[in-house]
């Protein structure tokens, strides 16, 4: 499988990609290529990168799909809204064939599939929401908080119970007000023009709860728009979603893998 590592997006030292493509394949004339994936990892928005979510973008590459797995800027470098912004641009830079010299052409359609994991479960909503059904195919959200405002759902384990964390996303010390919490929370957005949800979440979850992809769904129904929550019983650390080791050497769960297969085929 090829990858070409740390393609820039933009100037920014974190706006960087790895283009994973599929192996070539002959296809049947008129059939299109699926529509790409554009992949944003997770980290409570201020941690890991691209690299970690490798696992996902192998599988998507299994499926025939082409992935532009992202960095963006953490909460450390700019606070929202910098992180949605970057992984915006990193979408209509893939959609403008900015990656056409590396084997990646626009695509046909003029769309993308959004994909993230925790924090980027949370982004990829935000970025579907900001591109909309006419440029993104689809978003599947693995455990991706619906909101950064705390709930009762919400654990002591969770990243938005940190202390501080309010003044960390959002870069000032005074409470946010009601408008910059809906900027960023993708439930409280969804408009009939919204690309179609797909949530994957563990039942167990308690870095993420299930509740969040619950009233995410809940809010693209009540838009009109189509939306699932896909649940399987994982462990309850790490949300779930993978297989004992460090972050070189793990995989996702057999359970996961094949519910996220199956989106990708469906998508």
Aim: net charge neutral; with cysteine.
């Amino acid at each position: 499988m090829p990858v070409l590592r740390d393609l820039p997006y933009g100037a920014s030292p974190r706006q960087l990609g790895d283009l994973h493509l599929p192996e070539r394949r002959s296809s049947a004339a008129g059939v299109a290529a699926p529509a790409p994936v554009l992949l944003i990892h997770g980290g409570g928005w201020n941690s890991l990168s691209k690299e970690s979510l490798d696992p996902v973008a192998r599988l998507a590459v299994a499926e025939g799909r082409a992935v532009f797995n992202i960095n963006y800027r953490l909460l450390s470098h700019a606070p929202w809204p910098a992180c949605r912004d970057d992984c915006v641009a990193a979408a209509r830079f893939v959609l403008a064939g900015g990656l056409a010299a590396q084997g990646l052409c626009a695509p046909a359609d003029g769309k993308l599939l959004v994909v993230g994991a925790s924090a980027g479960g949370h982004l990829a909503m935000a970025t579907g929401l900001a591109l909309g059904a006419a440029a993104c195919a689809g978003i599947v959200s693995l455990a991706g908080p619906s909101r950064v405002s705390p709930g009762p759902d919400d654990t002591e384990a969770s990243a938005i119970r940190v202390p501080d964390f309010l003044a960390t996303f959002f870069g000032f010390d005074t409470p946010p007000s009601s408008a910059r919490f809906a900027s960023a929370s993708p439930a409280a957005l969804v408009t009939a023009g919204a690309p179609p949800l797909l949530c994957i979440h563990s039942r167990n979850d308690r870095l993420v709860p299930p509740a969040h992809s619950l009233e995410a769904v809940a809010a693209w129904r009540a838009a009109g728009v189509g939306a699932r929550c896909d649940f399987f019983d994982g462990p309850d650390h790490l949300h779930g979603f993978w297989t004992p080791g460090d972050l070189t050497t793990r995989d996702l769960i057999p359970e996961v893998a094949e519910l996220l297969r199956h989106a990708l085929r469906s998508a």
